[in-house]
């Protein structure tokens, strides 16, 4: 077997999800869409780095919503072969007992400088494998806890082998995108040992594996991190893996805990946000937990006619994100013509995937996010009566949704429902369309066509966000909760506005709904249709004070230089 050398040590990046390009669907949301942003920006800084994922054969799902919004779900088939190359490695890792065969294919991303960064997908589907072993790399979060947990171990182990075999010998440190790959410290402390055993693992040899470990969590709640029953842990990983989990502080109330896995071999932690970092603070008291707020890659969501206009006024912002600063330069008037383009642009695909044809004169305000419910997409519809006269007395409105819910999160399918009561409620007032199949293109039309971002999530569930980032790269103010980024993004009346005035830890809906409709009716609405020159200020301050700092470089170059140890 051919192998590829690695000339220089390299960031292995592990994420159970990985966005690249929307006819691969193997992300979900906004996990899998910050890692390809990551590793697209180590292209473009030409940063050592190779990704690691699995294959996902079904995709997350496929969304169909009927007129009554009820969400049904089919697989998300799509072929590998048409976009991936096949990697000349084969390795295998063991479950329930078994050798389970496993292979890669790679998706090569290339940077500004010409710098490529592979991505590496594991694959199980190969016939020298049981048929429920070639299931494994199929669908995103899908099947039971079994499925979930072998899952975690091909991402882990098989990524660890899979490097191996194609010559990754020198890595500088290993970067765990949530705790799905945490079972690469194990894999990393195996091999370590040689045929020694985990038992015979020394402190120093523990402290050697944390040194080349980083962990990064996204998740403020409790529930949200993985968790499995030691007896299905015994089952799949074997009695000698599960024993040194146990006795090494990664399981609690008899579970396997992998977000505590990925915290015991680390020597870097962080969360995503200032906010969250101190909430997983308190989480985690005896693991010191630091922060790097999310970035997204500024090139790939600016979208055509703000990079062109970019690319006539400060041409070096594609190499270098912070001189989006000096778009406090560029005239009012383009920032219009650029805007007027790209929500065109939205409205033309609005009306070709619904057929139903908005006024582009009209406030148009867009909220896409994941459908669960401490993300409150209804919070806009608490007061029905209330919207109605707002439209009244301040102006019109029509509103954009998007977003999946989870086939098993009925919460979620709920607020789906409830966004079409509205809709339908309120169809002799204002225009709200939920759009179906929310992936990284509509994405693309509504971060840069929608004149005002709109985000509701429940105080402290958001753990950072970036779609409101996505949306300052094209000059849309936010209007959102003080939580995740916005906390560090909000300047009131000069990036946006917030939803509620302080930053109290939890949230009080009446008054944020109060605060809500107060902004809308008093404020936002009245700039925009009454003094658009002001809104056009605030929307030129979005790009300059929050697209020059929230986005990939910035946060890469952070890791690099504090968890990495690149200088």
Not at 91 to 103: L, S, Y
Not at 137 to 163: C, K
Not at 166 to 177: A, K, P, Q, T
Request: charged share 20%; with cysteine.
């Amino acid at each position: 077997m051919s192998r590829i050398l690695a000339t220089e040590p390299v960031i292995a990046y592990f994420s159970m999800e990985v966005g690249l390009e929307p006819s691969m669907p193997t992300y979900s949301g906004g996990l899998g869409v910050l890692a390809g942003d990551t590793l697209r920006a180590a292209a473009d800084l030409g940063v050592p780095m190779v990704g690691v994922t699995l294959l996902h054969r079904k995709g997350y799902f496929r969304q169909h919503l009927d007129a009554y919004g009820n969400q049904s779900e089919s697989p998300a088939i799509w072929t590998p072969e048409d976009v991936l190359t096949p990697v000349p490695a084969h390795v295998t890792v063991t479950v329930e007992g078994r050798r389970v065969h496993v292979h890669g294919w790679q998706y090569t991303i290339h940077g500004l400088s010409g710098h490529a960064v592979p991505v590496y997908f594991l694959d199980t589907l190969l016939p020298e494998n049981a048929p429920w072993d070639q299931t494994l790399t199929d669908s995103l979060y899908g099947g039971d806890e079994r499925y979930r947990l072998a899952q975690e171990v091909v991402l882990g182990f098989g990524g660890v082998a899979l490097l191996r075999a194609l010559g990754y010998e020198s890595v500088r440190c290993y970067h765990m995108n949530e705790g799905h790959a945490s079972f690469l410290t194990l894999a990393l402390l195996e091999e370590l040992a040689g045929g020694r055993g985990l038992r015979a693992i020394s402190g120093a040899e523990k402290e050697a594996i944390r040194r080349q470990c980083v962990f990064t969590t996204h998740t403020p709640v409790p529930a949200g991190h993985d968790k499995f029953p030691l007896d299905l842990v015994r089952q799949v990983l074997g009695e000698e893996r599960a024993s040194f989990l146990e006795e090494n502080g990664c399981c609690l109330d008899g579970e396997l805990n992998m977000t505590y896995l990925g915290l015991v071999f680390s020597h870097y932690i962080n969360g995503v946000a200032m906010r969250h970092g101190e909430i997983s603070q308190n989480m985690f008291p005896h693991y010191p937990v630091n922060s790097i707020t999310n970035g997204v890659h500024a090139v790939t969501w600016t979208s055509p006619p703000f990079a062109s206009l970019y690319d006539r006024h400060i041409p070096e912002w594609r190499w270098d994100n912070l001189y989006l600063r000096y778009a406090v330069g560029i005239p009012l008037e383009e920032i219009r013509q650029a805007h007027e383009e790209a929500k065109k642009n939205l409205l033309t695909e609005v009306e070709r995937r619904t057929g139903v044809r908005l006024d582009p004169a009209v406030m148009t305000i867009g909220f896409a996010r994941r459908a669960t419910a401490y993300k409150r997409a209804d919070l806009l519809f608490s007061d029905l009566s209330r919207l109605r006269e707002i439209v009244r007395t301040a102006g019109p409105m029509q509103v954009l949704y998007a977003g999946k819910a989870h086939p098993r999160d009925e919460s979620g399918k709920i607020l789906i429902r409830r966004v079409f009561e509205a809709a339908s409620a309120l169809a002799d007032t204002m225009k709200v369309i939920y759009l179906e199949e929310y992936d990284m293109e509509l994405a693309r039309y509504l971060v840069a066509g929608v004149d005002l971002w709109l985000n509701t999530p429940q105080k402290p569930h958001e753990a950072s966000g970036t779609s409101g980032m996505k949306a300052a790269l094209n000059g849309v103010p936010s209007l959102s909760v003080l939580d995740g980024w916005w906390i560090e993004g909000h300047v009131e009346g000069v990036t946006g506005w917030s939803i509620g005035e302080s930053w109290e830890l939890e949230s009080d809906p009446s008054k944020e709904v109060a605060s809500l409709y107060e902004k809308l009716e008093r404020v936002i609405l009245p700039m925009f249709y009454h003094r658009p020159e002001e809104y056009l200020r605030v929307m030129r301050s979005a790009i300059a004070l929050n697209g020059s700092f929230f986005n990939a470089q910035r946060m890469l170059r952070q890791y690099m230089h504090n968890a990495y140890g690149m200088g």
